[in-house]
């Protein structure tokens, strides 16, 4: 046995607690790969960029200032220093359990006025948020609708009628408001 080991017996333990762990990370089955592959962490939704919908698009005439595009699309994700009479908006959203969206707007000026767009085809805001909505849809939705014969079970009593008109007008046993009210401050 090394002299290390004689003069220090702890560290020989951790070597050999050290060997014991390290096999046991070999040994996962599929079974147990199967279950770990199950649990999976929560990821964070992440949006970036500038959403721009259908109808922002559809606003967008030639010859608009440059005040009036960013009125209606914002402001570019994208200003290129070498490029300034180009403004990208780019939108992207990574969210678990679907496939990233991403979505790509380009505005060309000539000099202060709008000369032209390109990009992808955007959805309308509806279609947007309905892509948004990942809840699982239950086939049927309850009636929300109760009968003549229901609503009667839960009709006052006669004895309850008098009790409910009491609490109704707790305006008779509180004195009259006054004509008028004095000032706010005072006068000078």
Request: charged share 25%; net charge negative; hydrophobic share 40%.
């Amino acid at each position: 046995m090394p002299a290390i080991f004689q003069r220090r017996p702890w560290l020989l333990a951790a070597a050999v607690a050290a060997t014991l762990a390290l096999g046991a990370c070999s040994g996962f089955t599929e079974r147990t790969r199967g279950a770990l592959a199950a649990v999976t962490p929560y990821k964070v939704e992440v949006v970036q960029g500038n959403f721009v919908s259908k109808e922002q698009v559809a606003a967008l005439k030639p010859g608009m200032s440059r005040q009036q595009v960013r009125e209606i699309l914002g402001t570019s994700l994208l200003n290129d220093v070498f490029h300034s009479n180009r403004w990208d908006y780019v939108f992207t959203i990574r969210r678990q359990g679907v496939d990233p969206q991403e979505r790509h707007l380009t505005v060309f000026f000539n000099g202060e006025l709008l000369d032209r767009f390109e990009g992808d085809e955007m959805p309308s805001e509806e279609e947007f948020v309905a892509t948004l909505d990942t809840r699982k849809k239950s086939g049927k939705v309850p009636t929300l609708e109760a009968s003549e014969d229901e609503l009667k079970k839960y009709a006052p009593k006669d004895g309850d009628k008098k009790a409910d008109a009491d609490k109704a007008s707790p305006s008779a046993s509180l004195p009259p408001l006054p004509a008028a009210y004095p000032p706010l401050e005072a006068a000078h």
